[in-house]
């Protein structure tokens, strides 16, 4: 077998050492979100297969329910008077609010059309895909799952209210930044 001779020209590579690939991978691993801490860090480019996919079954999954994150951030939003205007996440003081009674409405938006088991199943798949660091996970995980046991208990036209009452109250769950 001609390919695996020692005087291939193709074998012959400079020599990389294995610090600097591990320096690589930490650098794309940062910038994939959670999806790295599930596989183990092991095949980056299935990881992205599986981000994509992860991706496309969420756009399809969204259409299918009706937009209840679009729904659930525009409801927060007129809720803390914050203008619709340009980027979905503009810079706000009151953000973190907004995000908290986002995430929980939205949780319960899809209660309401899949029941709270898959409600939370659904929200564990979007928090895979999105960028955020780990105590920003749980904080939307836990507030998602707030929002899914409203949303199977409380009838439809009393959602918005509850929600609303809880985050008043301060009962959602809200990510702090730590600092260094």
Same mark, same amino acid.
């Given at each position: 077998m001609a390919y695996n001779q020692k005087s291939n020209p193709f074998l012959k590579r400079s020599p990389?050492? $294995? /610090? =600097? @690939?591990? /320096?690589?991978r930490k650098k794309k691993q940062k910038k994939q979100g959670i999806l790295p801490e599930i596989f183990g860090g092991v095949n980056v480019r299935g990881q992205y297969r599986v981000k994509r996919k992860l991706k496309n079954w969420e756009k399809k999954i969204n259409i299918l329910l009706g937009k209840p994150m679009?729904?659930?951030?525009?409801? /927060?939003? $007129?809720?803390? *008077? @914050?203008? =619709? =205007?340009g980027s979905r996440m503009s810079p706000h003081p009151q953000q973190s609010d907004v995000d908290q009674m986002r995430h929980a409405l939205a949780g319960a938006y899809t209660a309401k059309k899949v029941g709270i088991i898959g409600a939370n199943i659904l929200g564990l798949a979007h928090e895979m895909i999105s960028p955020n660091v780990a105590g920003e996970h749980r904080s939307d995980l836990i507030n998602n799952a707030i929002g899914s046991i409203i949303g199977s208990v409380v009838p439809k036209n009393k959602i918005e209210k509850t929600i609303q009452w809880l985050s008043?109250? *301060?009962?959602?769950? =809200?990510?702090?930044k730590q600092d260094k």
């Open positions: 990389v050492r $294995q /610090s =600097e @690939i591990y /320096s690589v679009k729904t659930a951030r525009k409801v /927060s939003k $007129q809720y803390y *008077g @914050i203008p =619709e =205007e008043a109250k *301060g009962w959602l769950h =809200e990510y702090k």
